[in-house]
Structures are given as structure tokens and as C-alpha cells.
């Protein structure tokens, strides 16, 4: 009963995501406008998690949310054995570190992590990232409902992170004036670790403590510099546990931080939204 169970579910996941295109603008044009929990409306396949309004305050106000168990365990599952079959087939590269591609280059005294491009940079599809894709699709109509800023219907990146043990990335910031990436908007990680505790290490460091006290008008530079001086303060940042589930969105310009020396792997989906081009 339970083969029969797990077959029938498999077979619905096929159909409903078989015609769904590899970008956040697919054509899926049911978007349910309001759902009073997130396990509940939308897409009935394990439920479509959806973005709560009161998360996508804290978001404005702070600069940064985390939203733990977004994620269902089996997509997890299912996103975590996506990523070992594309790396067995050898899709992961070595991370570089630069704010446009002519000063794109390793550093690994600054990164050291894997990541695979998503979206239509991968030739085959796959049912669990298709959905992927699609909870990501809500998500942003969600924050276009209730953010200033309207996001990029078609534009936006979306990779898959691998760090070994021993992996790390140093503090820096996503969007960076007067290059590519400035054209970020919000930072999204939805980390795919099963069974870690404290001792696998690989935090995720947020630091706040700038934002909290200056407007954000802040030169860049400046902020950055807020930051070092406030750095070894245990009051100036906040330190995400990289649970198996959880969400972490944060403003790409505003928020400096970085990821703590892992000290097993540690796997996650990144990605950004775009502002919308004019």
C-alpha cells in the first residue's frame, strides 16, 4: 500500500510539473491572493509554502527574516539528491568571487564553496526543482504585493551551494554599486541540511547592527566600515542555524555577511531577486 502510495504521488508531481517552464515567469496563472497558513493554499503537492505577510514586514523592517521549516522535509530530500546527481555528473565548479565577470576569479582565501547555475542553464529538467522554481515564482508576487520595490518577472538567479568541510565565505555584500550585481534587490537561501547540529558548524553571520542605527541611505562604503568597527560586538550580528528548511531573505545591498568555517558539508539553494528594469 505504501509502494502504491509513494507511486501515485510520484506520478502527480510528473504531470503537474511536466509543462512548467525552467524560469521564475513560468505560466502557472492560478495564484491564490490570500491563505491564512502556509501549509495551506496553493499548489496541493505537499502543500506550496507561501510567504507570510507578517514575514515580509519583519523583511522591511529589519532588513533581514528567518522562516524556519519552509521547506517540507521530502522536497528537501528530493532538492538534496538533485544536487549529488548534478555534481556526479560533474555541474558544480569552483566559486569565484567578484562583482562582474571581468573581475570574476577564485580567491579561496575569501570562498571556497561549489555552485551550479539553475534555471534553463541545465539542459534536463527535474520535478523537484521544477517546484522549486515555482514556490520561488509565489514568492516574489507575494513581496511584490507588499514591497516598494517591484521585482523582475524575468530576471533573477537561482543556484544550487555545495561547501566541503572546511568551506567558508568571508563577509561581503551581494549587491555592489556600479556593477551587475547592484541590480539585486532581495537575497534568498533555503537550506537543504539534514540531521546538523552545532557542531557541523557554517553559519550563516547577518550583520544588522549598522542598519539598525543609520538610514539606508547609507554610502556603501561607509556601512562597510560601520560593520568592521562593530564586528567583534556579539550584539552586531545575528548568527542563522543552516537547518534543513529554512528561509533566509534579505535586503542584497544592506546587509553584509558571511558564512562560518563548515566544519561538515552544508548544502543550500541562493538566489536573488531582481529590481524590475524599467
Given at each position: 500500500m505504501h509502494n502504491m502510495t509513494s507511486r501515485t504521488e510520484s506520478l502527480l508531481w510528473i504531470l503537474m510539473f511536466s509543462s512548467f517552464s525552467l524560469s521564475f515567469s513560468s505560466s502557472f496563472t492560478t495564484v491564490p491572493t490570500k491563505c491564512s497558513d502556509r501549509h495551506t493554499c496553493g499548489v496541493k503537492l505537499h502543500s506550496m509554502p507561501r510567504i507570510q505577510q507578517h514575514e515580509i514586514e519583519s523583511l522591511t523592517t529589519n532588513g533581514y527574516?528567518?522562516?524556519?521549516?519552509?521547506?517540507?522535509?521530502?522536497?528537501?530530500?528530493?532538492?538534496?539528491?538533485?544536487?549529488?546527481?548534478?555534481?556526479?555528473?560533474?555541474?558544480?565548479?569552483?566559486?569565484?568571487?567578484?562583482?562582474?565577470?571581468?573581475?570574476?576569479?577564485?580567491?579561496?582565501?575569501?570562498?571556497?564553496?561549489?555552485?551550479?547555475?539553475?534555471?534553463?542553464?541545465?539542459?534536463?529538467?527535474?520535478?523537484?526543482?521544477?517546484?522549486?522554481?515555482?514556490?520561488?515564482?509565489?514568492?516574489?508576487?507575494?513581496?511584490?504585493?507588499?514591497?516598494?520595490?517591484?521585482?523582475?518577472?524575468?530576471?533573477?538567479?537561482?543556484?544550487y551551494l555545495y561547501y566541503r568541510k572546511g568551506g567558508f565565505y568571508k563577509r561581503h555584500v551581494d549587491a555592489v554599486p556600479d556593477s551587475k550585481s547592484f541590480q539585486r534587490c532581495f537575497s534568498i537561501l533555503l537550506y537543504l541540511n539534514r540531521d546538523w547540529t552545532r557542531e557541523n558548524a557554517g553559519q550563516l553571520r547577518l550583520y544588522w547592527y549598522a542598519l539598525s542605527i543609520y538610514p539606508s541611505t547609507l554610502n556603501h562604503l561607509f556601512l562597510l566600515l560601520i560593520i568592521n568597527h562593530y564586528s567583534d560586538n556579539p550584539e552586531s550580528h545575528v548568527d542563522v542555524e543552516p537547518l534543513g528548511g529554512t528561509l533566509v531573505l534579505f535586503q542584497s545591498d544592506l546587509i553584509p555577511h558571511e558564512v562560518l568555517d563548515t566544519g561538515s558539508e552544508r548544502i543550500a539553494v541562493v538566489g536573488w531577486y531582481h529590481y524590475q528594469q524599467k
Open positions: 527574516v528567518v522562516i524556519p521549516d519552509f521547506l517540507s522535509t521530502d522536497l528537501q530530500q528530493a532538492l538534496r539528491d538533485d544536487v549529488f546527481d548534478l555534481r556526479s555528473q560533474q555541474k558544480f565548479a569552483a566559486a569565484k568571487v567578484g562583482s562582474n565577470q571581468s573581475t570574476n576569479q577564485l580567491n579561496t582565501e575569501l570562498r571556497v564553496t561549489e555552485t551550479c547555475v539553475l534555471g534553463s542553464a541545465l539542459e534536463e529538467s527535474n520535478v523537484a526543482r521544477s517546484y522549486l522554481y515555482e514556490i520561488l515564482r509565489y514568492m516574489r508576487l507575494d513581496l511584490n504585493d507588499h514591497v516598494l520595490h517591484h521585482l523582475d518577472a524575468y530576471g533573477g538567479e537561482i543556484l
